[in-house]
Each structure stands twice: as C-alpha cells, then as structure tokens.
C-alpha cells in the first residue's frame, strides 16, 4: 500500500510539472539548460516523498557505474579521428590530483577520473561506484590546482555519500524497469545538480578532503568566486553574430548549473566557515600544470582572428610553462613573421627545428625568414642548419634549399629536384617548388609545377591558391578566379581565397567585388596591411595592386565621409 501511495504522488508531481508547463508557454531557445532543471527539481522534489528502497551493494553499485561508463566513453569518441596527445596529458593529470584528492574518501572504492574535451561543458559530474568526469569548459577556467582538487573531492563526495547511488535508484524506481535496464540513462541525469543539502555536504566534505591531500581551502573559495562572475558577466552580455549564439551553449550550461545548484555567495559564505572553525592555515596555490594546453588554444584562437601580437604574448606564457610544447612555438613563429619580426621568427623556428621534432609549417617559417632578411645568404644559413641535422636531409628540406638557391639566382639544383619529385610520388614536392618559382619570378614555371599538384589533389584548397598566385601573375585572371571557387559545402569564402581574388577581380577591371573581397580578406589577415610581410611573400605586381586597392577604398571612405 505504501509503495502505491510513493508511486502515486510521484505520478501527480508529473502531471503537476507538464499542466504548469503548458499553462505558461515559454518561449525560450533550445538548450540542455531546461533538462537540467527539470532534473534538479525533480530530485528536490524527490527528496520529500516517502521513496524507499535498499541501498545497492558496493559490488552492484560498481557494476552499474561502469557500464553507465563504458557507454558514455562509447558516445563520446568519435571513430577514425586521430588521438590528441594533449587529452591523455589531461586525463593523466586529473587521475594524479583526483587519485590524491580520493584517498581520504570514507569509501575505498575505485575511483577513476576522465576528462570530457567539450568546450561547452562548463560542469564536472559523477557516476555511481568511482567516475568522475570534468568537462573542458570547466577546466580551462580554472588557474590553480587546489581549485581543481576542490572540485574533484565535491565530485568524490557524490560518489562518497552515496548521491549517485540513490539517485540510479530513485530512477529504477520512477521508470519501473530493473536497474540493468538503466544503463542507457542520458547523462544529463548525473550532470544536474542534487539536493540543496546534498550539495552543500559536498562543498564541505570535498574541502576536508583536497585540504588533507595538502591543497588550500581557498580553492574551492576562488572556485565558486570564478562562477559567480562568470554568470554575471553572461548574464549582461547578449549574442550579436551567429558565432556569438553558438557561443551560448557554454553560457546555457552555466546557467542550468547555477539553477540546480545553491548559491556561490551562499556556497562561499560555508567554506569560510569551515575554514574558521578547523583553523586551516591558507597555503600558497599550486599552479595548474597543464594551463599551458589551453594558453596554446587561446594563443591559437588570436593568431585565427589576426590578433599576432596577443597571440604571441600567449605563446610566450605557454612556453614559460612547457618549452617543449612544440605547436605553440609553430604559433609564435608564425605571429612574429606575420608582424614583421623575420630576424626574430627564424631564430624561432630555428630553435624549435634544432632541439625538437621537424615540421614543415615551421620549416617553411624558417626558410622564409630567411629569405625576408636576405636573398643572398638565405640559402647558406639554411644549409648550415640542415648540416647539423641527422635526418639526412629528407626531401622537403631540399626542396626548400633549392628553392633558396633559385633566389640567389642559382637555378641548377632546383632544375635537379625537379627530375627527381616524380620518384617520389608526392604532389607536395611540386607546390613546394612552384612557391619558390614564383618568389624567384619565374611565373610560368610556378604554374606548370602548381598545376600538377592541383591535378593530384584537386581538394587541396592550400595547392589551389598556390596556383591561382602564379595564375594571376601570367594574366589568366578568370582561370585563377574560377580555381578559387568555393567548395560545394563551404558557406563563406576561404581565409587564403580573399585576396587573390580580390587582386584577379582588380586586374581583370571590376573593381566593385574586388573592394568587397580586399576588405573581407584585411579583417580576417589584417597581415595584409604590413608591407613587409606583403613584399616578402608576394610579388611586385601583388604590391602594387594592394596599394591600388587600398587607395581607392580610402578615397570613397572619404567621398562618403564629405558628402555626409
């Protein structure tokens, strides 16, 4: 009889939820945000019912939590994708602090700590019998490693006090079918936040425990701080571009935690509490070891938008942390030569090319660097280097060494690479050579060669702007411009198409869509606004037409500007 009277109240809190839904009609955007609401209410709501059940063993409770894993690892590798070292890096440093963190915890069970690589996932959640898992958005967020501990323990703790445990039975319970019939739950159902109680056990238990691993209390205090700011400044910014609305997913994220959790203030006000009332010393924070992954990331998101100076200011502080972090040396380089910096971006590269693994975006820096500073000598200092490297120069350091004698005005052995590319089967080997044709202004040349390797690999779209570069230059601007068509499933028009078809629209008289793509092409690589780096990768006809171009959009800005 009680069972019917539990069952019976939690089919009227049900019905109660869906008649108050439609009464109000809400129109709101679709987010995971309503979800984790109508779980976190639904489990407050829970709490007060006479729902009762016997407590699951460790042994069922182990057994369940990973099988809900091994189907949430299934739904979130994709196949075919290469690893990215940088998640096992992560992984293994969470399994480090969290294993550290757990130790302490009332139950020895076997914790096991993943990493969510989704932006968007600004949350942390457990799963009954030992899964912890830490969303990416999260953790970037984060400055410190006593943050960190902090939300590990809280997580621990869920595990712990056996918050996770009850909540896989009071589902067993709500959906009447067997808990091996659960393990398809969504996992929004341990995302959202539990009880006000239950939560708040959590801050405090998962507190005790980071501090008697040896982390400070005030991470979880500089914690909830971050949050709070966080929601504020959310909360008073408003979407603009489509790419600012794809940026909400982390937003709705946020707010559906701050709906299913207590306040931070109220949060805040308990860990100083407890800190007063345990008299803990506050220890210096540790820092996060692996901020430099995400330093890398924003470093690459500026040099993306053009900002080279920031991005290089991020590349420096990744570095500072991981000196052997090669990608984001690739970023420095790449930011020093787009500003200019030619002297500085090839001692860059050199230094990356000599002490770490080779790689032929920083090869083509060096190199070109090089050839910034001084046509003459380039190809001496290049080979010098390539001496002292035990490679045995592999091809595409001969082929960039040829290409430096074609500037020195030394065609013989590039003349020899040529003969031997065919060899090797590599469309590569030919683009790489028309560049340097074209550098050396041999224009017909860059387009044979180019053409071949747009014939080997007509999707390349990096091989078809080479080609259309050396087309324009031979006077074929309607054959560069149709080699610069879009993709069939590309909306907007590529970052390396802009300009040249900006330059082929000029020259071929229609100065109208020539403007247009000149300016889309200076906002998304404002490197082309600085004539050194112009003058070193493009020819002197490019130069011309840019300072063309740029004059006339100067003088209608100021035409417009009178007749205001």
Partial sequence: MKHWIALSGIALLLAAAIAVSEYRKLDVPASPAPILYFIADTEKELTRLPVSFTRMSDEEEIRAGDELAKAYVYNTQSTGVPANPDIAIIESYLTQVGSQVAANAHRKLPYKFHYVPEPGLVNAFALPGGHVYL???????????????????????????????????????????????LMSLPLAVFQAGYSKDQELEADREGTILAVAAGYSANGAVRMFETFARLFKELQSEKPKTPQDEAARVAEQTIEGYFRSHPLPSERIAQINKL???????????????????????????????????????????????????????????????????????????????????????????????????????????????????????????????????????????????????????????????????????????AVDLSAVAVQERPGERDYRARYAWALIEVHRYQDALVTLRNDSYTESPLPQYLMPRAIAYWLSQQPEPALREFDSAVERQPFWSNTKVTDALYSPLVAKTLIEMKAERERQRALLKKNK
């Fill in 135 to 181: 969303g990416e958005g999260l953790l970037h967020l984060m400055d410190s490693e006593d943050e960190l501990a902090a939300v590990l323990g809280h997580e621990v703790e869920h595990i712990d006090h056996f918050h996770c445990a009850e909540r896989l039975q009071r589902e067993e319970a709500m959906r009447k079918i067997p808990l091996a019939a």
């Fill in 275 to 445: 800190i007063a009332s345990n008299g803990w010393a506050l220890r210096p924070e540790r820092n996060l070891a692996v901020a430099y992954i995400f330093l890398s990331k924003e470093a690459q998101a500026a040099l993306d938008d053009g900002k080279y100076a920031l991005a290089a200011q991020l590349a420096n502080q990744s570095l500072q942390s991981n000196s052997a972090q090669w990608p984001a040396v690739d970023i420095l380089a790449y930011a020093q030569f787009c500003q200019g910096d030619f002297v500085v971006a090839a001692k860059t590269a050199r230094k990356a090319l000599s002490e770490g693994p080779r790689d032929s975006h920083l090869l083509g820096i060096y190199a070109q660097s090089l050839a910034a500073t001084n046509h003459k000598t380039a190809g001496e200092e290049f080979h010098a280097w390539a001496d002292t490297k035990s490679d045995q120069n592999p091809r595409d350091v001969q082929i960039t060494e040829a290409g430096l004698a074609l500037l020195a005005g030394n065609p013989a052995l590039a003349q020899q690479r040529e003969t031997e590319i065919p060899q090797e089967g590599d469309p590569t080997l030919f683009a790489q050579l028309g560049s340097w044709h074209y550098l050396a202004g041999d224009y017909q040349k």
